[in-house]
């Protein structure tokens, strides 16, 4: 086959029937010097079939890779990962898409300012409804990489990465929250990220995607994804890990806890060990950045007031946003 500037993973599980948007995106790019990775993570359905057969079909450079199983996302971007031929990789979820300038632009960028990273906005797509979450202004006036650590968002959806950096980075066999953990080092590990402004990425807030259902395996993900994060940032980013982990496992993670039915017993170990490790965390550099309503109900948990976080997590989606 022949080489590629870009390559772009793509997990898919079940997921075939989402992906229309997604695959005429990447039809209609402006430049076509990119190959798919897309790894159908043990489908039960006929996700597969569809896929060698659209790959069959198309023009596009398409390796499809089986798993055996359902190993989450965090395995099948690992696999796929060391399937990728291009000078530098993107990721995208089945169900979201791209801008048809996202293969041309960014790899411009990169190359134009011999950049090892690059993360852009996205839109957020909701009922038709197109809204940007503008992640990328704070980052790009951060005054320092510690910062940067402290206010990236959590996914690599948004990140283009050279290939050589890509392989100095763990992927960790998590189903929720893994693609954070990987950025965060390829955060710490790059020597040159570049930040634009323009969204590239189209989120798709599907109701019945896994990360929208409440779920305790994402409660005790974000408890070990914490210790994972410890084992790279505790040495040099205390302040960085902490907020991380306030954001990850104190906000998200008891969010989905509670969400779930978890009991108040299982939820409090996790955050009075938390607490143990951290006793002041809710005075933390960055607290203040938090908005109002993340910051009371974080507090709500830092002070047990659980019956109040189960109703706040009860009308999360209402009162608190995503």
């Not at 596009?60 to 395995?75: A, E, F, S, W």
């Not at 090892?116 to 797509?125: I, T």
């Not at 940007?132 to 996914?155: C, F, H, N, Q, W």
């Not at 109701?207 to 974000?222: I, L, N, T």
Request: hydrophobic share 35%; with cysteine.
């Amino acid at each position: 086959m022949e080489e590629k500037k870009l390559s772009v993973i793509i997990p898919c599980f079940n997921g075939f029937r989402y992906m229309g948007r997604c695959l005429e995106a990447f039809e209609s790019q402006t430049n076509h010097d990119f190959e798919l990775l897309i790894v159908d993570d043990g489908s039960s359905d006929d996700t597969y079939g569809r896929l060698i057969d659209y790959q069959n079909k198309s023009d596009l450079q398409i390796t499809v890779i089986r798993n055996d199983k359902n190993y989450g996302p965090g395995k099948s971007r690992r696999i796929a990962a060391d399937y990728c031929k291009g000078k530098y990789v993107g990721f995208c979820d089945c169900d979201d898409w791209v801008d048809r300038a996202y293969v041309k632009e960014v790899v411009e960028e990169l190359e134009k300012e011999a950049a090892d990273l690059c993360m852009f906005n996205n839109y957020r797509v909701n009922d038709n409804k197109f809204t940007v979450d503008d992640v990328i202004t704070k980052l790009a006036g951060a005054g320092s990489r510690r910062e940067i650590l402290a206010y990236a968002p959590m996914s690599l959806c948004r990140t283009v990465v050279l290939k050589a950096l890509l392989n100095q980075v763990t992927f960790y066999d998590l189903y929720y929250g893994e693609d954070g953990m990987v950025l965060l080092q390829l955060l710490i590990k790059a020597k040159h990220p570049i930040f634009c402004k323009k969204p590239y990425y189209y989120y798709y807030m599907r109701e019945s995607a896994a990360h929208a259902r409440p779920s305790k395996r994402s409660f005790y993900d974000a408890v070990e994804g914490y210790s994972i994060l410890k084992l790279h940032m505790e040495a040099e980013y205390r302040d960085e890990l902490v907020f991380t982990g306030i954001k990850n496992l104190i906000y998200a993670g008891t969010l989905q806890a509670f969400k779930a039915g978890i009991s108040r017993r299982e939820i409090l170990a996790s955050v009075e060990k938390f607490r143990k490790e951290n006793p002041q965390y809710i005075n933390n550099k960055y607290f203040a950045s938090l908005n109002r309503i993340k910051a009371v109900y974080i507090r709500m948990v830092y002070y047990r007031c659980f019956l109040i976080c189960r109703v706040m997590a009860y009308f999360h989606t209402y009162i608190m946003g995503k």
